[in-house]
């Protein structure tokens, strides 16, 4: 960074150690003097505007997925524009800067409002950096909030205007062409991860010889088989368990989109139950699936001894002419390509779409010779195992431009950098 942008030939001491050394002829101010942090309210009532329209409730999952499940029309709530900064104020992201889109901010959100001497998006540049500060240095026993007090105290940087706008017509420039080779790694990892349900999907299916005779399978969403192939429903090929552990002491395991993990119970985080003893028994080897959830759940083999939730299904594959990988990568392209959800029951809204255990045993799986279950498996294990690699490539690719993202931006509004002569230099 240093090398190829100049410093200010003047520095001052900020007073703040995590701000250090500041150009001379900058002004430090604490935050509540350059802008107005206001928190959003509980809606008293949910009613349509005039024009029969509700402003939508802007709560953390609406911000960054842009679904609103609740609507209101509080006239005692200030309604938010499009792009205004809003900051976190409680939960686990607490003391993030957000951008907005249009509603009603809700209580665990405050709209920022800096004052009109500053050029807003230097600010908001500046406020992502303010975010470090804010986000390890939340209070509360319980949620994890923000604390005024600590907010408006911070010490915020103020350049000349000019200065202002040119050091966020920088960053505008500069973050725009790192977050599109963000976005083509991003697009990488897309396709990789389509290309490893095609390659699942294909190899469970289809088989790996392109020139097997193929017949109908009788099952719609199957299609053809290799003519050699037999059909089996569930209940034929798996066992399921259910063994209550009755004592404490083991470790509890989660089923994770990642696999099977060994939850950290210690440290508090997601969810806990009051009583461990109620839990099932999952042996080493046995298949354990999420079944609560078809959208976000998943299946593995443990590769530990533990237990898990009692909601849960735990089961062991008794047919002795059948190889556990091979079903356990249709059991996951069960998930990844959604074939198991038409057969769900429950409330999906709620993310308690389920697979009852008839439809389960029910459920219809092509059955290949066991030599050639284990050539599939280890095919797809290979073909995996290289798209895994390309994905932890991108993704340290991603976590080095985003670090240098984050690196130019502190840099330019705390002034270790320069920029008042730069030119735009056009990019594609």
Known sequence: MAGKYQAYSEYKDSGAEWLGLVPEHWKLKRFKFVANAQKGKLPKKIVADEDGVFPPYLTMDYLRTGYAENFVDDKEVTPINEGEALLLWDGANAGEFIKSRYGVISSTVAHVKFFNQLNKQFCWHFAKLLEIQLRTSTVGMGVPHVSGENLNNLIFCEPPKLEQEIIASFLDHETAKIDALIDNQQQLIKLLKEKRQSVISHAVTKG???????????????????????????????????????????????????????????????????????????????????????????????????????????????????????????????????????????????????????????????????????????????NLTKMSFLVDKANSAIKLMQERRAALISAAVTGKIDVRHWQAVPFN
């Open 208 to 382: 790996l010889n392109p020139d097997a005779p193929m017949r109908d399978s009788g099952v719609e969403w199957l299609g053809k088989v290799p003519e050699h192939w037999a059909i089996k429903r569930f209940k034929n090929l798996f066992k399921i368990k259910k063994r209550i552990v009755g004592t404490l002491g083991h470790d509890i395991l989660s089923i994770t989109q990642n696999g099977i993990k060994i939850k950290n119970i210690e440290s508090g985080e997601g969810q806990l139950s009051m009583d461990y003893s109620k839990y099932q028994i999952v042996n080493e080897g046995d298949f354990a699936m999420n079944h609560m959830d078809l959208l976000t759940g998943f299946v593995d083999i443990s590769s530990h001894g533990g237990v898990t939730s009692p909601d849960y299904r735990v089961f062991t594959l008794s047919d002795k002419n059948s190889f556990p990988e091979y079903y356990l990568y249709f059991l996951q392209m069960g998930y990844l390509n959604k074939m198991f959800y038409p057969f769900g029951q429950g409330a999906a809204n709620l993310g308690r779409w389920r697979l009852p255990t008839e439809a389960f045993n029910d459920f219809i799986a092509p059955y290949p010779p066991k030599d050639e279950q284990i050539e599939i498996a280890n095919f797809i294990a290979i």
